[in-house]
């Protein structure tokens, strides 16, 4: 079965630090997509990342870049220069078979001035 | 940019009672999706559709039905609203774009049933 794992409930960086949100993932299929949204409190999932499984490169969008390490099965979520506008809820999901999306359970990143 | 708009923000409605919540997107995507999410669960698909008048289970379906008579709207109803449906739904919608299928998210709807 397909799952996605991430173990960090709770993560703090500084202002203008860099962090990383861990996620692996279990699957046998060997074309799926992998995605990180961002929860603000207000409740909107907004999408920040995606990696296909043939992707050759790491994903880009301008502070994000996601770590994929396919024989590790990790899709880390690396955030560049963090702002305070960062603090939210963060989720890993993975895409398989047609339309299927799962998720994971979600770190909650805390920026500090 | 994508836009998905959820009709209300915040709900209250009482047991029994027949609620729709209604999702609206700007971008022609084939693809709509209803989730609900829930502390310690993360979210959970309940029903999804890949065009009009087509309707698909997800993993939790019980106690839900969908309708869309257009491309654009994606309704969600509760039948018979119970305590146990007080929970975050999201809508979200997406277009096959190559190899990439990318899900666009709603603000959200907090639905308290009392």
């Known amino acids: 079965a397909q799952k996605i794992t991430q173990t960090q409930p709770g993560m703090f960086v500084q202002e203008k630090e860099a962090v990383t949100l861990d996620c692996t993932y279990d699957?046998?299929?060997?074309?799926?997509?992998l995605f990180w949204y961002k929860q603000p409190s207000s409740g909107e999932m907004i999408f920040l990342i995606y990696?296909?499984?043939?992707?050759?490169q790491n994903a880009t969008e301008g502070r994000y870049s996601l770590n994929f390490q396919k024989a590790r099965k990790s899709a880390n979520l690396v955030i560049s220069a963090s702002q305070l506008g960062d603090s939210a809820m963060y989720f890993c999901?993975?895409?398989?078979?047609?339309?299927?999306?799962?998720f994971g359970t979600g770190t909650r990143l805390l920026v500090s001035p | 940019d994508v836009k998905v708009t959820q009709s209300s923000r915040y709900l209250v409605k009482r047991t029994g009672e027949k609620v729709f919540l209604e999702c609206v997107q700007d971008?022609?995507?084939?693809?709509m999706f209803w989730y609900r999410q829930d502390p310690g669960l993360g979210l959970r698909l309940i029903y999804f559709?890949?065009?009009?008048?087509?309707?698909e289970k997800g993993d939790i379906p019980e106690g839900y039905s969908v309708s869309r008579e257009k491309k654009e709207r994606f309704s969600l109803i509760l039948e018979s609203a119970s305590t146990n449906q007080t929970s975050m739904y999201l809508c979200?919608?997406?277009?096959?774009?190559?190899?990439?299928?990318?899900?666009?998210f709603g603000a959200g709807t907090r639905l308290s049933v009392l």
């Open positions: 559709s890949y065009d009009v008048k087509m309707k």
């Open positions: 990696q296909g499984s043939y992707d050759q």
């Open positions: 699957t046998s299929d060997p074309s799926y997509g």
């Open positions: 999901a993975m895409m398989w078979g047609f339309q299927k999306l799962v």
């Open positions: 979200a919608s997406s277009r096959v774009d190559g190899t990439k299928n990318i899900q666009y």
């Open positions: 971008m022609d995507h084939e693809n």
